[in-house]
Structures are given as structure tokens and as C-alpha cells.
């Protein structure tokens, strides 16, 4: 007979990671998204005024799911190969909320939460992004255009707003916090460990902005990664990428992780030249009211 699915949810963000961690390492570039916003937690980051939900599933005392929801924003799911823990976690979450904005996860795992959603809430699910999960432990040296990678300065945040907002228009993903959780983002990228803002200056002219933030154990996401209109197809965020995921490996970390989104093949081109391979295809969902 099969062991019932036990939830068990967390108060304490420390407390959460020191149950989640290990199963979600099993799975480090899979589970990034998850472990960095737990990274991001246990450093004192905040996502909004609402206390974030933190789960975990279990079967017969072994982890087999996780999720997380810190508000505004929706849920994150691990990878898992046990629906039936998401049943359970939607069931949860739907106890909790009375409605939720949308939710991201590995495929099987956020068509199972949709459905089972659809199946508890006046809600549908609307696809507003499938996205691809890459890594990179090796940088393929690119040919460099003019200029170079520089760090983040205080006189650079305004650029950097403008820039993060144009970024989340043109990929169309949600932005539930408007301008004060963008600027809150942008704040925990630079206090993330080894994270921040980074630019390609080319003859003191900013070209290039990209990321680095979400520490897990043994890597760092990249992104948001934006280069305006005018200053595209010079290689100039190929550079910056390259240069940026070269500093953080030669710091130690293993990996680095990227999203990107499967309905743009340049940029999924691009990343595969610097050396990123595809990890895990992801569902991003919108839930609408019926």
C-alpha cells in the first residue's frame, strides 16, 4: 500500500531551508529558482508585506515535493516526480488563498497544480511563458566586441530601474509589486552573496546590463539579462554573460543558471555558445478568474 503524502509547512525560513536543502541540492539547477529565494529569505530579504508560504511533502518520511509563495508573487514548485505531493500542495495553497496570480514549476509539476487549481478555485490557467533552465561549469570564450564588464555603481540605480522595467515589459512577466518590488529586486541582487548589477561599458557608455542573485550552495542565477534595441546584435550581452559567469566560476561556485524563454531562439543560441546547456523545460501560468 502506498505511504499517504504528509505536508508539513514552515513559519521560519531557516528552519525551511534546513529541510528542504538537501533534497532540493539533489536537483541543484532544477531547483535554483527555489533555493535562491530560500538563500534570499535566510539573508533577510523580503518579497512583500505578507509572510511567505513554505512547504514541504513527504511520503513515508522521504522529501518528494517543495513549494514556496512569497506575495505578491505566486508559486514555485521543485521538480518532482510525485504529483500526487502536488495535489496535496494545491489543495494547501488553496486553503491559504483565496486566489494566487499564477504559478511557475517544472511542466508536469505546474500542469498537475493547474489542474488540480482549476478543479478547487472559479480560476484557468493562462500560459505566459514556457521557459528553459540552463547551466553553464564551463565558459566557451566568445569573440569580444569593444568594451568591457564593470560593476554596479550607486549612480547607475535609476538606469537600472529603467532598464529592469523595460526588461519585464518586452518578456512580458509579471510584476505584481510595480515599481516598489522592482526596486526591492534590485536591492537583493546586490546584497545577494557574490550577486549584483553588472554593465558592459563600451568608451564609458553603458550597452549592457546583466545580473547576478539567488545563491544556492553551489552556483548563482544570472538574469535579468537586457541590452536596449539600439545596442543589439554587437554581441555586446554574449560578452557581458561570458564575463560575468567566468567571474563567478573562477570565485568557486560550480555552476551558473540562467532562464531563458523557448520562444526566443536567440538568446537560447547565444547562451548554448557561451556554454550553457538546457536543463529542465517550465511552465509559467497565469491564474485568471473565470
Known amino acids: 500500500m502506498t505511504s499517504p503524502v504528509v505536508l508539513e509547512r514552515f513559519g521560519s525560513a531557516e528552519n525551511f531551508s534546513a ?4 533534497f532540493l541540492v539533489a536537483r541543484e ?22 509572510p511567505p508560504y513554505m512547504a514541504v511533502a513527504r511520503r513515508g518520511g522521504a522529501m518528494t515535493a517543495v513549494a514556496m509563495r512569497t506575495p505578491p508573487f505566486g508559486v514555485t514548485l521543485s521538480a518532482t516526480e510525485d504529483l500526487d505531493a502536488i495535489d496535496v500542495i494545491a489543495e494547501d495553497v488553496a486553503r491559504e488563498y483565496p486566489s494566487i496570480p499564477g504559478l511557475i514549476a517544472p511542466v508536469s509539476a505546474a500542469d498537475r497544480f493547474a ?39 550607486e549612480s547607475d540605480r535609476e538606469l537600472a530601474v529603467q532598464w529592469r522595467k523595460l526588461f519585464i515589459s518586452e ?41 547576478a542573485g539567488g545563491r544556492t550552495p553551489n552556483g548563482i542565477r544570472i538574469g535579468p ?12 550581452a554574449t560578452s557581458l554573460v561570458a564575463d560575468l559567469t567566468q567571474m563567478m566560476l573562477e570565485r568557486g ?38
Request: aromatic share 10%; hydrophobic share 35%.
Open 171 to 211: 518578456s512580458k512577466l509579471p510584476n505584481p509589486g510595480g515599481d516598489a518590488e522592482l526596486r526591492a529586486g534590485i536591492d537583493r541582487h546586490l546584497r545577494s552573496r557574490d550577486g549584483g548589477y553588472f554593465f558592459w561599458d563600451v568608451d564609458g557608455e553603458n550597452v549592457s546590463m546583466a545580473a
Open 115 to 153: 489542474s488540480k487549481w482549476e478543479s478547487l478555485k472559479p480560476e484557468r490557467r493562462l500560459v505566459r511563458a514556457n521557459e528553459r533552465i540552463h547551466k553553464c561549469s564551463t565558459v566557451n570564450r566568445t569573440r569580444s566586441p569593444r568594451g568591457e564588464m564593470r560593476v554596479f555603481r
Open 29 to 50: 539547477a532544477e531547483n535554483n529558482l527555489l533555493l535562491g529565494i530560500t538563500s534570499d529569505l535566510v539573508g533577510g530579504g523580503t518579497f512583500g508585506a505578507e
Open 225 to 236: 539579462v537586457y541590452t536596449p534595441p539600439s545596442y543589439r546584435g554587437k554581441g555586446y
Open 253 to 290: 561556485l560550480s555552476f551558473c543558471f540562467l532562464f531563458t524563454d523557448l520562444a526566443n531562439p536567440t538568446s537560447n543560441s547565444i547562451y548554448a555558445q557561451i556554454g550553457y546547456v538546457p536543463v529542465i523545460d517550465c511552465t509559467m501560468y497565469d491564474l485568471k478568474p473565470v
Open 19 to 22: 529541510a528542504s536543502v538537501a
